[in-house]
């Protein structure tokens, strides 16, 4: 089983629509978590930490349930520029100690 | 302004050479990581260090060698041995509890 797994989709949906992704983890002793968006071509950038309590910045929200070990990244209102890839990111901690583990990513496209 | 830059942007290898991606960053990070990443697949872990003249292995260090001389670099090698080197290779650095990782603009290898 991976440690970090996604639904790699591609994710098609018009502009203005509500798209939601998920992300399971393995390790139960996972402390942080992120997620990430990469453009084509380019590196990675930071889009938001998800906290226990779940968060929201602007349009979009993020959830952690740490029960199920599952994550969720809730897109509101979709914008063309929304188009990218979407990488679920976890930060165990331990011996694991500064090292994330990334997910492969979910293809999203928002059309007019 | 603080970043990560990395170089070259592109690079092309003979089957059976031995390549230098260079990596450095001014944000004063203990820790730097390399990862590859393949086409439709995630980050993969190829080396990472914690502190100067210090790195551990990977995920997929085969056919990898780095060092860690100075805080503010982290070269990686792609050796001959390493059989399928044509990948998008990315550096990050962060703190060591991070908050999410600084990402170089990567560098994309192709074997001719």
């Known amino acids: 089983r991976k440690e970090v797994e996604q639904d790699p989709g591609p994710f098609n949906v018009p502009e203005g629509a509500t798209v939601a992704f998920n992300c399971t983890y393995s390790n139960s002793a996972s402390q942080s978590f992120f997620w990430y968006r990469q453009d084509c071509r380019k590196e990675p950038k930071l889009l938001m930490s998800v906290y226990s309590s779940g968060n929201e910045d602007g349009r979009f929200t993020a959830q952690l349930n740490r029960a199920s070990q599952y994550i969720s990244l809730l897109i509101r209102d979709s914008k063309l520029s929304d188009s990218a890839t979407y990488l679920c990111v976890v930060y165990a901690g331990g011996t694991s100690y500064g090292k994330l583990t990334f997910g492969q990513g979910t293809i999203l496209t928002v059309h007019p | 302004d603080g970043g990560i830059t990395q170089s070259p942007k592109y690079l092309f290898r003979k089957e059976g050479q031995n390549v230098t991606l260079s990596c450095e960053q001014n944000l004063n990070h203990d820790a730097m990581y390399w990862y590859r990443q393949d086409p439709g697949q995630g980050l993969r872990l190829i080396y990472y260090s914690q502190i100067v003249n210090d790195f551990q292995k990977g995920d997929i260090a085969e056919g990898y060698s780095v060092s860690r001389e100075k805080k503010e670099s982290f070269p990686l090698t792609v050796t001959s041995a390493q059989k399928n080197p044509t990948a998008f290779y990315l550096c990050?650095?962060?703190?060591?509890?991070?908050?999410?990782?600084?990402f170089g603009s990567g560098t994309r290898l192709t074997v001719v």
């Open positions: 990050a650095s962060s703190n060591p509890r991070p908050n999410g990782y600084t």
